[in-house]
């Protein structure tokens, strides 16, 4: 069993539609990170939390950490939302080194 | 967040050549550089953590002697592919971090093709 488990693996919405990645994680953690990838390869970091909820134009990402779980949400998506959104941590004790999710491959259509 | 690149983007060499990718930290300075590999459809897989001006530690079943890290300066850290086979075929991520900063960088990454 992966440390760090994404659902849905693939996920397809049209726009405007809201959106839910969910993220569960069985290790202690310093950080939780989500992480878009597009197409091309480039990652870019969308947020890094460890306690409750922080909130980016229409990104909002939430942690439970007694549940061991986080959410990724988009609101109103639109077609350049479609991308890898990658789940990582920060294992408690090793500040830097992040551990992967499988990530999660959207695609919002028109 | 910090900006960062990596050269070249984009590769494809012989098999039995070197290959030397460099990561470039533009406005930050980074005391730790990561480098992973990504094969198509599958999650990053770290390779290794480079402070700079030490030793790379590398992470289990990444041979050092194939996949070369030098971290010169906080600003640069080259993977040097030695030896290319076609199984190394695959797309290189840098990513950093500086000082008490814990959030990562990436760079854009660079596609690896061994012919």
């Known amino acids: 069993k992966n440390e760090v488990e994404q659902s849905p693996q693939n996920l397809t919405a049209q726009e405007g539609e809201f959106i839910t990645i969910n993220c569960s994680y069985s290790v202690g953690i310093s950080a939780l990170h989500w992480l878009q990838q597009h197409p091309g390869g480039g990652i870019v970091s969308l947020f890094m939390?460890?306690?409750g909820k922080k909130k980016h134009g229409r990104l909002i990402a939430t942690i439970n950490i007694q549940e061991k779980h986080s959410s990724l949400h988009i609101t109103a998506s639109h077609p350049r939302d479609s991308a890898v959104y990658i789940c990582?941590?920060?294992?408690?004790?090793?500040?830097?080194?992040?551990?992967f999710g499988t990530g999660t491959r959207l695609q919002v259509t028109l | 967040g910090a900006v960062v690149s990596q050269h070249p983007s984009r590769v494809i060499c012989k098999s039995g050549t070197s290959v030397k990718i460099e990561c470039r930290s533009l406005?930050?300075?980074?005391?730790?550089m990561f480098w992973y590999r990504q094969f198509p459809k599958k999650s990053l897989m770290l390779m290794a953590t480079s402070n700079e001006g030490s030793k790379a530690t590398y992470e289990q079943g990444v041979e050092k002697d194939k996949f070369l890290i030098n971290h010169a300066s906080l600003t640069l850290s080259t993977l040097t592919v030695t030896s290319a086979h076609p199984e190394d075929s695959s797309f290189y991520i840098c990513?950093?971090?500086?000082?008490?900063?814990?959030?990562?960088?990436f760079g854009p990454g660079t596609r690896l093709t061994v012919l």
């Open positions: 990513s950093l971090v500086g000082g008490s900063v814990v959030e990562q960088f």
């Open positions: 939390l460890s306690s």
């Open positions: 990582a941590v920060s294992l408690a004790g090793t500040a830097s080194k992040l551990t």
């Open positions: 406005d930050f300075q980074a005391t730790t």
